[in-house]
């Protein structure tokens, strides 16, 4: 049924409320045939320059009509641009200035974000090794049985500290204030088997020139077997960091609104609650109760070691075939896959980086895309005599 009371024009004697009317219904008509009104959830606001002048002199008409479209435009393009950074799953890669490319999102579901190249490439990095080259002292906590839930706290210096000044994105005035990196999450594949989840919570603000600055509660992740995020979301039902993050959100705003005053909160002080926000989110996210990590205790131990089968690497390595070795062309990191979806993924160096289990369909879906590739002889060669090496060392 139509709302004829929103939808009705004010009387033609309140001149205001008609035009600002009129403006509204223009600037949704722009948005409406914008090839990126899709990234807005409708509750956004423009604000608009109008100048009039106080005497009717020359084609004044024209002259406001060209420079309020013009307003209109760029504020369009202002919003857009900050919400173009933000992909369900994916962080912004600064190389290719998009979060859509290659480089933007995790290639298992047990890694995080864990800053950028000095070219502006993310690295992403299995949370438990992460946290393990950190020396957290609560690394047993991911690792136990059944396993704990462990949320990382890292500053925005400490995440962008590699990155050379001139892959800035100074378009979007893009800039990372802090992010949490939460584990596990066990959740379902498609087949019903547990699988280890990492997710991060990244808060990012825009400034573009002429533009206000605008801040944002990113989430970056994959699902089980590599699975959008969006599609996880669909099978699991509750989202259990949903109050958490709807929280930040909330703090989110109250800061947006403090830099947008008339006396504006001051840089120090915005820094200052972003760090609050994030330490309340860290407890928020370790503290919540998640209805599906409620199992036995059995139970947890089975789904623990049927998704991280990090004891049989060496020995799958040890028995696979050369067919069974692939290249990960994203990460450069080889694949060695062993019985029943055992996957283990060894850096350059010989160095186990992670161990996931993966259905075929899953591992053949990598392959037709282009991100596993069989490795070569030489490769093959070099992994097995560096993890010999190693080995020979810990042995000695």
């Known amino acids: 049924m139509t709302n004829n009371r929103s939808s009705r024009l004010p009387p033609e004697k309140d001149a205001v409320a008609l035009a600002v009317q009129l403006l509204a219904k223009e600037l949704r ?5 914008h090839p990126e009104a ?5 509750r956004e606001s423009v604000e608009l320059r109008l100048r009039l002048p106080t005497l009717e002199r020359g084609d004044w008409v024209a002259e406001s009509r060209q420079e309020t479209s013009q307003s209109i435009d760029e504020a369009l393009a202002r919003l857009l641009l900050h919400r173009s950074v933000f992909r369900t799953g994916h962080v912004y890669c600064l190389r290719c200035a998009s979060p859509d490319c290659e480089h933007s999102v995790p290639t298992f579901s047990t890694e995080v ?4 190249s000095p070219s502006g490439i993310p690295k992403f990095r299995d949370l438990g090794q992460w946290l393990l080259e950190l020396k957290d002292p609560r690394i047993d906590q991911v690792y136990r049985t059944p396993p704990g839930l462990v949320a990382h706290l890292a500053t925005g210096e400490q995440l962008l500290e590699h990155l050379l000044p001139a892959f800035r994105d100074a378009d979007s005035g893009y800039h990372i204030h802090g992010q949490v990196a939460v584990g ?3 959740f379902p594949t498609e087949y019903g088997l547990p699988t280890p989840v990492a997710l991060t919570f990244q808060v990012v603000s825009t400034r573009p020139k002429k533009g206000r600055r605008r801040f944002g509660l990113n989430l970056i992740g994959v699902g089980p077997d590599d699975e959008p995020l969006e599609n996880l979301f669909d099978r699991i039902g509750e989202i259990p960091w949903l109050d958490a993050s709807r929280w930040a959100h ?8 403090s830099v947008s005053r008339p006396k504006p909160a001051n840089e ?5 609650r972003l760090a609050g926000m994030l330490a309340g989110l860290v407890r928020r996210l370790e503290h919540q109760r998640r209805s599906r990590d409620r199992k036995t205790h059995h139970g947890q131990k089975r789904h623990l070691d049927r998704s991280r089968p990090t004891d049989r690497a060496f020995a799958d390595l040890d028995q696979a075939k050369d067919e069974n070795i692939l290249f990960d062309t994203r ?12 996957t283990h993924v060894f850096n350059p160096s010989g160095r186990l980086v992670t161990s996931i289990r993966y259905s075929p369909t899953a591992i053949e879906k990598r392959l037709q895309r282009g991100l596993w590739k069989a490795a070569t002889h030489d490769q093959i060669g070099a992994l097995r005599k560096q993890v010999t090496l190693i080995q020979e060392g810990d042995e000695a």
């Open 184 to 186: 596990w999450y066990m």
């Open 250 to 257: 909330s703090i989110l705003r109250d800061v947006e609104r």
């Open 113 to 116: 974000f864990a800053g950028y």
């Open 331 to 342: 990460r450069e990191t080889l694949v060695v896959i062993g019985d029943r979806g055992r």
């Open 268 to 272: 120090k002080q915005v820094e200052k």
């Open 38 to 42: 899709h990234l807005l959830n409708g």
């Open 29 to 33: 008509h722009r948005l409406r045939r």
